[in-house]
């Protein structure tokens, strides 16, 4: 089936071993009537041949700003503006460091400056390279300036390390492709949801937390924008921006939190509870800065409301996603949350063990619901969330049909 017919793909290849793959990935695409044309940096060049691509697309390769003949087919400017999407797979380090820098000193560079198009990239590199500080923030960066981040994948590597950094198979960039022209899966829908810590006020300039940096549940947020659905975003203190279509509500305590839910949780379609609220605050936080006076000092607290449990305990209830945070026996508690909370689905994470969970990139979910369970394998939090989001349609739909 044709279901990329009159796409047109703009294949970006830079210089890692991944290059390969890609060649994979033009067959699929070629295959699923797609326009490709492949553009190669030079050091892409000592992984594979361009003939490769180019008997694979039927069209000649682009490899350099300077090229005359290449320049008589299609320009430059003409290209960046000729395709419906550009993606750059493999995408090394060492790119995604001048992607992010606004770099153009190679032809692929200077098309995703020029390209007014979606820009995608597939990571691939070493996962010690992929786990660098500079790395982290490049790809930060370039989330806020919507760049779509498609993998990378864990498992082992080229160079026989073990960790996230390997780029997705052919198949998955090539699903990844389809499902960005597809209409979404939750055209239509209210989703409403949480992310980010909450903070209680101890006095004016204190507070407890915890350590949710938001990252997991804007990046749900961001996969539910793509399918379709009108998102609503209740995020507490996160230093993330907020993925383009969505609606911001700030908040800061548990009680704010829980006081801008209720009075979205009526009118939503569904709900997703991914923040990491506090479950108690402080009895009566002090209205002046507290003087250190003695050797120790004790806090009352009180137990805060369940935003979770009383949205879905509402006679007019949205279908309600749970997440739970444990750090031992995983499956056992989140099935209690499933039963007590009365949910729809829980997505457990197991924390504080390196695997994924609080401020981290990456992340790994096992799924729950009644009579079924899903795992999502580790990978980075906005791979975890588009999958998320497609099981989350999927038993929406099947709840509501
Ligand atoms: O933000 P990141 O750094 O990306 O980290 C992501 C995450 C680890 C925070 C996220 O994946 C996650 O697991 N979020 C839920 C954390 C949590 O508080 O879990 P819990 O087991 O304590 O709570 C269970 C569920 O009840 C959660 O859906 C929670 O949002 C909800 N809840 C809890 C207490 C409360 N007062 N109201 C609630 O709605």
């Not at 996969?223 to 659905?229: D, E, F, I, M, T």
């Amino acid at each position: 089936m044709q279901t990329l017919g009159n796409k047109k793909i703009l294949l970006g290849i830079t210089g890692g071993i991944a290059a390969y793959k890609s060649a994979e990935l033009v067959r699929l695409l070629v295959k699923a009537g797609a326009e490709v044309r492949v553009v190669m940096t030079p050091s892409a060049q000592e992984f594979v041949q361009p003939l490769t691509y180019q008997a694979l697309s039927g069209h000649r390769v682009y490899l350099d700003l300077f090229d005359a003949e290449a320049d008589s087919a299609m320009d430059h400017i003409e290209l960046a503006r000729w395709c419906d999407l550009l993606l750059v797979a493999p995408a090394t380090a060492d790119f995604l460091g001048k992607l992010n820098a606004g770099y153009a000193d190679n032809l692929l560079l200077t098309l995703c400056l020029a390209s007014k198009q979606p820009v995608a990239v597939a990571p691939a590199m070493n996962q010690q390279m992929f786990a660098n500080p500079s790395t982290r923030e490049h790809i930060k960066q370039l989330a806020a300036k919507r760049v779509m981040l498609w993998g990378p994948a864990e498992g082992e590597q080229a160079c026989g390390d073990v960790g996230p950094g390997r780029m997705l198979e052919a198949q998955q960039l090539f699903d990844n492709i389809r499902q960005h022209f597809s209409p979404g899966r939750l055209d239509g829908v209210k989703l409403l949801l949480t992310a980010g810590p909450t903070r209680e006020a101890i006095d004016p300039v204190r507070y407890i937390s915890n350590r949710s940096s938001g990252k997991m549940g804007y990046a749900i947020a961001e996969a539910a924008v793509r399918q379709g659905a009108g998102v609503t975003l209740v995020s507490g203190p996160v230093s993330l921006a907020p993925p383009q279509g969505v609606e911001l509500v700030n908040v800061e305590s548990a009680q704010q939190m829980y006081d801008a839910v209720m009075q979205r949780a009526g009118e939503s379609d569904i709900f997703i509870a991914c923040a990491a609220v506090s479950d108690y605050r402080v009895d009566q936080a002090a209205q002046q800065k507290i003087k250190k006076s003695s050797d120790s000092m004790s806090l009352q607290l009180v137990l805060n409301a369940d935003i979770l449990a009383t949205v879905s305990a509402l006679d007019q209830r949205p279908f309600c996603v749970g997440f739970a945070a444990e750090t031992q026996d995983v499956e056992k508690y989140a099935l209690g949350k499933l039963e007590r909370k009365n949910l729809d689905m829980i997505a457990a994470n197991q924390v504080g063990d390196g695997n994924g969970g609080f401020e981290v990139d990456f992340n790994q979910l096992e799924v729950f619901w009644h009579g079924g369970r899903h795992a999502i394998g580790q990978a980075s939090k906005s791979e975890v969330a588009k999958q998320l989001i497609d099981l989350i349609a999927e038993r929406y739909t099947c709840a509501s049909s």
